[in-house]
């Protein structure tokens, strides 16, 4: 069975977040509601999403900021949905990666087709090209699945420690600095806060090991960082 399309709502007017998402219930697809830019954030963090619709106007952070941070990171397609309907802020939004822009007051009509057309375009637009797994030692992680295994087993890794081994995989003789890792992986400046990668390198670390206790897979550097221990 063909997997539901998810979409994100990204709206502090209730009512208006209702309606939205009554639209696009109504196409049978799936409808996740946030209020404010904190609350879209987290879901942005936790799974991935078809299409997101965008208020700029939102609690928390802003719905441009919301849209960098979107664009700096994937290629999920992004419909700003909006009361600032002047044409520079509508070319601006554009430019900064949305793919369509709609102004409050909208029509429903207008709106299932506008999500249906951006939903078609990005299809098309994915070309189904098989990516070669990474592996090393008994280590194999599918690209295209982004699963990872140790011989048999399946390991259950967070969005975080996947993109930690993935870069650690796809370069195995480069070491990888803390300020590396993390701004590759958290799509940030890196401010010195060891912390955030010690922990997330030490979780991989342990799933690691619990596959096979006596596997050797990641080294330390000292005083420079981590890479594949050969």
């Not at 209730?14 to 998402?21: G, K, R, S, T």
């Not at 409808?31 to 404010?36: G, K, L, R, T, V």
């Amino acid at each position: 069975m063909e997997r539901k399309i998810n979409i994100l709502v990204v709206e502090d007017d209730n009512d208006i977040n209702q309606l939205l998402c009554r639209i696009i219930r109504k196409s049978n697809y799936f409808a996740q509601s946030a209020y404010s830019g904190t609350e879209a954030m987290i879901y942005l963090e936790q799974q991935e999403w078809d299409l997101v619709l965008l208020d700029l106007m939102l609690p928390g952070m802003r719905g441009e900021d919301i849209l960098t941070k979107i664009r700096s990171s994937g290629t999920v397609p992004v419909i700003i949905i909006s009361a600032k309907n002047d044409q520079y802020i509508k070319i601006d939004s554009l430019r900064s990666g949305a793919d369509d822009f709609i102004s409050k007051p909208f029509d429903v009509e207008e709106v299932s087709a506008r999500i249906d057309s951006v939903l078609r375009r990005y299809k098309q637009s994915q070309i189904p090209t098989k990516q070669p797994a990474l592996t090393h030692k008994d280590i194999r992680l599918d690209i295209d699945a982004k699963t990872v295994y140790i011989n048999n087993t399946k390991l259950s890794l967070t969005k975080r420690e996947y993109a930690i081994l993935y870069l650690l995989l796809s370069s195995p003789h480069k070491v990888f600095s803390k300020s590396n890792l993390f701004e590759s992986v958290w799509n940030e400046p890196y401010h010195g806060d060891d912390n955030t990668v010690n922990v997330h390198m030490s979780n991989l670390r342990n799933k690691l090991a619990t596959a096979n206790p006596n596997g050797e897979y990641i080294e330390t550097i000292w005083g420079m960082g981590y890479r594949l221990k050969s």
